[in-house]
Antibody
């Protein structure tokens, strides 16, 4: 059974940085691209970024480009989201998700974790 | 790629047939999925490739469409179906979700 456990969230001041981590288990991590998505309280879901299974390809939402970096460590079955220059409107629950595709294919998010809360406030 | 969903919310009764529409600003072929989200829970994928039902999802859910217009239909609405539904395009980057449609009990 797939399991994704996010950590690293917290309260941070505007302009500061934060690194989120997602520990994966229950599936062959190296076979799948991984996504980060977010959801502000009472708002819709936003796609944030994706990294290919081999870690060589990354893609970002416009709001994340240049500020956020997605990475992965296939030896540790972990995916990360480094966020710089955080803004108040980045406040949300951030979740990692397994891509439905296998191998080099990047598709859409399939199974999601429960997320970690990032609150940006002065 | 911009996404719109209509309606933004609807009220329906158990047993009703419900249709939700998702429109995209560019032709995305069939690269669209539908998700269901209940309060406090992570979204659950229902449909991929616009019309393929995810394994284990009840057959009262169906998807159709291609290009720029897509629909999610729930026939014979059940109490467990009251939730918010999102479409997601993955034809190009960034991937984008629709704003969501909340299905409420009448």
């Amino acid at each position: 059974q797939e399991q994704l456990v996010e950590s690293g969230g917290g309260v941070v001041q505007p302009g500061r940085s934060l690194r989120l981590s997602c520990a994966a288990s229950g599936f062959t991590f190296t076979d799948h691209a991984m996504h980060w998505v977010r959801q502000a309280s009472g708002k819709g879901v936003e796609w944030v970024a994706v990294i290919s299974a081999d870690g060589y390809r990354t893609y970002y939402a416009d709001f994340a480009q240049g500020r956020f970096t997605i990475s992965r460590d296939n030896s540790k079955n972990r995916v990360y989201l480094s966020m710089d220059n955080l803004r108040v409107d980045d406040t949300a629950v951030y979740s990692c998700a397994i891509d439905v595709g296998v191998g080099a294919t990047i598709g859409l998010p399939d199974y999601w974790g429960q997320g970690t809360l990032v609150a940006v406030s002065s | 790629i911009q996404m719109t969903q209509s309606p933004s919310s609807l009220s329906a009764s158990v047993g009703d047939r419900v249709t939700i529409t998702c429109r995209t600003s560019h032709d995305i072929g069939s690269d669209l999925g539908w998700y269901q989200q209940k309060p406090g829970k992570a979204p659950k994928r229902l449909i991929y490739s616009a019309s393929t039902l995810q394994s284990g999802v009840p057959s009262r859910f169906s998807g159709s469409g291609s290009g720029t217009e897509f629909t999610l239909t729930i026939s014979n609405l059940q109490p467990d179906d009251f939730a918010t539904y999102y479409c997601l395009q993955h034809n190009g980057y960034p991937q984008t979700f629709g704003p969501g449609t909340r299905v409420e009990i009448k």
